[in-house]
């Protein structure tokens, strides 16, 4: 682990000068905060000269914050002429909403790792920040202290991106690893998860693919140049993954993972989607365990490229916060100010591509009456309505409920026709409950 | 594969404005120059009015570009005042070296793919480049198509680097892959490597470490604020490892990885080599295959992060080359020149630490007579040495010559030590031939 401030050498970067510094001022001074405040230590080109918290009587461990840098009112900060960069570090959706929207106002450069704020706000407030002639940046709302939205916006600007797919909740991910490795169900893996520190009391954001949705709806309107709101993005969670399914994936050659998908389509539709999936188990993404993030980027010049590592944690996400301050303080003392093409302050929103009309392979574990004929009624429903089947396995028989498990790989369809097919076994007497529809990642 | 440029859609960018277009100059239509012309062509905010070539004469898959446009002379190129940005894909070192100095004289920005040049020259070319407030950038010299001069030089600016280790030479990985996989021996893996194109006629700068010495100078230089010439890189290639050392690195848990390595060290010394290291095989390192490239950072405060995709190919490295070129343009046509901190002009050269000072563990594989007390000869010139072994394995005994292989692993010990127990086991009359000495990665 890194040491204290204290015993933390300054870094002697070439960023430094002999100019003056810049001034910063923090919102917040939760895990994240704490963590930008030790790192900006380091660097004598930059300030903390005002620290907005929640509770001005909080015992913290930074006993070296002089008392009068703190203010219990963010307006202080923000309406503080001796401060050029804002530091947003509140969480939630509404109030630092507000209050990125009064610095942006006030003429202040801002950075932020509020995935919630830039996905809902983004457009928004980019065009307000490029109005004033000043910069938001945004590193740490996307992956935590991984590399990504500056890449995407410049290294790899000369691509047309033909997939993005991003394993960007650690907390789920931590729960699938656990699952696979120590064949727990998914309340034993969530509860240690929680036990553990990756999991918090309410974990709902996470497992249900929602903080998942708010990062590739960022990434997706970088890649495609088109603001992809987030209640636009197809969700589904983790939740009614079954300890079976993770051993009939891997039965089959592939890993379950929780991947948030952009993927180009014809007419500049995107095809955006964060939902359980097979993933075959030699690629890259299958590799990526516990709570690590990684971001899987396929450029029609650059092929594929990855991005690996830590999606959250004090020093991880504060790592990139100091990144975007350095980049900013950067361009601010060589007299620059606002940095254009760093933003997506499109002027509409993008086209989604329905997941109705999305074509993929499937996975399907059923349950049903053990009898004759039971796999041909369902291959019969298949061939129905145009799923054709790459492979039907009946795995085991439950004598006291008279019933199998039976699980069905399909070649690739349109999702359309799958949920018809669904619908067509779901009504078959001989069906008894359909428990888990999953999709295949195609590389 | 991508199509060709008649076949792409002109990216409609958000990069893209209304101001008069940037115009670029290319030095060099090979490999990665048609590719980068290709992919500019998507861009209406560049265009490229002049491209200098070897020989005019010759049969180009690119029948679009106007007659007029090529010249023999690159001084054509950059003596033409209006120019903004000189791209310099030629390749080589002194040649090269001079266009790009005489391009920043002439007030050119400058974008180049050239490892040799940067690692050789980049201090004294960024301090000239700054004095004339121009840029040069060079993504692309480094692990062609994956993002990392820029990430490192920004997203993880915070953080103090302890160790950036890298697979940064698709030609060895290539091999060193086919070596592992179809147990073929090293002439087998890099005359196939040939014929796939994977490898040059003289593979001697990939295969001996020159080429991956380069790139880690460079990364290294930046990680370390320091310039930390190519030469000063301790350099050992793949051509001694057997077939029978990747098979007893296997038995380990290894897998044998050409790595380049820049670790930072007390007193702001830096470890700088490129040499083939054991891998514990379930590192993300180990799983990097075929020509691919990867590197591995470690930050104090992002933990460990990894960048991974095609380090090499026409694509792929025009991939880098236009992302370089679109942030100039987006920089120019925003009224700003002078990029700062793009660049490593540093004053000095940094500190090497020599690498007898270093301290690492080895796996040694031998042949010896294959008689009693062999392996007590060899324990003992270790443990004269301070060398402590953490195993010692004698494997198979070849009846005709009367000997045997032994594989030694040690502890971490000092490199030093190491040598000195080397040249008493080698005046061992038991010893017949010490065949494999490896370093082992420590993540």
Not at 114 to 126: D, M, Q, R, T
Not at 143 to 162: C, E, M, W, Y
Not at 425 to 431: F, G, N
């Amino acid at each position: 682990m890194m040491p204290d401030t204290t015993t933390l050498e300054t870094k002697n970067a070439s960023l430094s000068s002999h100019k003056s510094p810049i001034t910063i001022g923090l919102l917040g001074l939760g895990t994240v905060g704490t963590g930008v405040y030790k790192l900006l230590a380091r660097f004598p080109q930059t300030a903390i000269s005002k620290i907005a918290v929640k509770n001005l009587d909080k015992q913290r461990s930074l006993s070296q914050i002089p008392p009068n840098t703190l203010t219990a009112h963010a307006e202080d900060v923000i309406k503080d002429p001796n401060i050029d960069i804002i530091v947003e570090l509140i969480g939630g959706k509404e109030y630092p909403y507000q209050l990125i929207r009064q610095a942006l106002e006030s003429g202040k450069h801002v950075v932020t790792a509020n995935k919630v704020v830039i996905a809902h706000y983004g457009p928004e407030l980019f065009a307000l920040a490029a109005e004033k002639g000043v910069n938001l940046f945004f590193e740490a709302a996307v992956a935590g202290g991984i590399p990504i939205v500056l890449p995407l916006k410049t290294s790899l600007a000369g691509n047309q991106i033909q997939q993005i797919a991003g394993i960007l909740n650690g907390t789920t991910n931590y729960i699938l690893t656990r699952m696979e490795q120590a064949g727990l169900d998914f309340q034993a893996a969530l509860k240690e998860a929680q036990a553990k520190g990756f999991a918090e009391a309410d974990p709902t954001a996470d497992i249900e693919g929602h903080d998942a949705a708010c990062k590739i709806s960022i990434l997706g309107s970088i890649a495609y140049n088109a603001y992809l709101p987030q209640p636009a993005v197809y969700t589904e969670g983790i939740s009614n993954i079954g300890a079976a399914d993770i051993e009939m994936a891997r039965t089959f050659g592939y890993t379950i993972k929780l991947i948030a998908l952009a993927k180009g389509c014809e007419n500049n539709a995107v095809d955006l989607r964060v939902h359980p999936m097979l993933v075959p188990s030699e690629h890259p993404l299958a590799k990526v365990a516990y709570e690590n993030n990684a971001i899987w980027v396929q450029g029609d010049a650059v092929g594929d490229v990855m991005f690996y590592g830590k999606g959250a944690g004090e020093l991880p996400t504060a790592s990139a916060v100091v990144g975007d301050i350095l980049f900013m303080t950067q361009a601010l003392q060589s007299g620059q100010s606002y940095l254009a093409g760093m933003d997506f302050s499109l002027p509409g929103q993008g086209s989604i591509r329905p997941i109705a009309d999305t074509t993929n392979a499937y996975y399907i574990r059923l349950e049903a009456e053990d009898q004759p004929g039971v796999l041909g009624h369902l291959g019969q429903a298949c061939g129905d309505h145009n799923v054709s089947l790459d492979a039907i396995m009946q795995k085991g028989t439950h004598p006291e409920t008279k019933t199998a498990t039976i699980v069905l790989l399909t070649h690739e369809v349109q999702e359309a026709d799958l949920q018809a097919a669904l619908k067509t076994m779901q009504a078959q007497s001989s069906t008894k409950r359909i428990h888990t529809v999953l999709r295949v990642f195609q590389p």
